[in-house]
């Protein structure tokens, strides 16, 4: 029932921007934190990004951390990527996902988007 649907990926030089988003249904969207990740083949998925359910908490990884924006817009159950001053490193499969925003506990992330490949060319 519950569904993360991701779109934006795609081909960029380094030094450029894409704009990632992630559209949720079957849950409400508002009570959950949205983070996104990302993962190289063969390699570890990495944390990338978290907007908290009430949107008062943004944190980041350090690589990416003054490059990528994360927001979201409850409106519309929609949560999006920023991502601005690309370097080939950033080259991978992007996911957004979901975990319910309890103030008492943090919680594993529970629902996963279908990725979608970001590839910067150098």
């Known amino acids: 029932q519950v569904q993360l649907v991701q779109s934006g990926g795609g081909l960029v030089q380094a030094g450029g921007s894409l704009r990632l988003s992630c559209a949720a249904s079957?849950?409400?969207?508002?009570?959950?934190?949205m983070g996104w990740f990302r993962q190289v083949p063969g390699k570890e998925r990495e944390f990338v990004a978290l907007i908290s359910w009430s949107g008062t908490t943004r944190d980041y990884s350090d690589s990416v951390k003054g490059r990528f924006d994360i927001s979201r817009d409850n409106a519309k159950n929609t949560v999006f990527l920023q991502m601005n001053s690309l370097k080939p490193e950033d080259t991978a499969v992007y996911y957004c996902a979901a975990r319910y925003g309890s103030v008492t506990t943090t919680l594993e992330y529970r629902y996963w988007g279908q990725g979608t490949q970001v590839t910067v060319s150098s």
């Open positions: 079957g849950l409400t969207f508002g009570t959950y934190d």
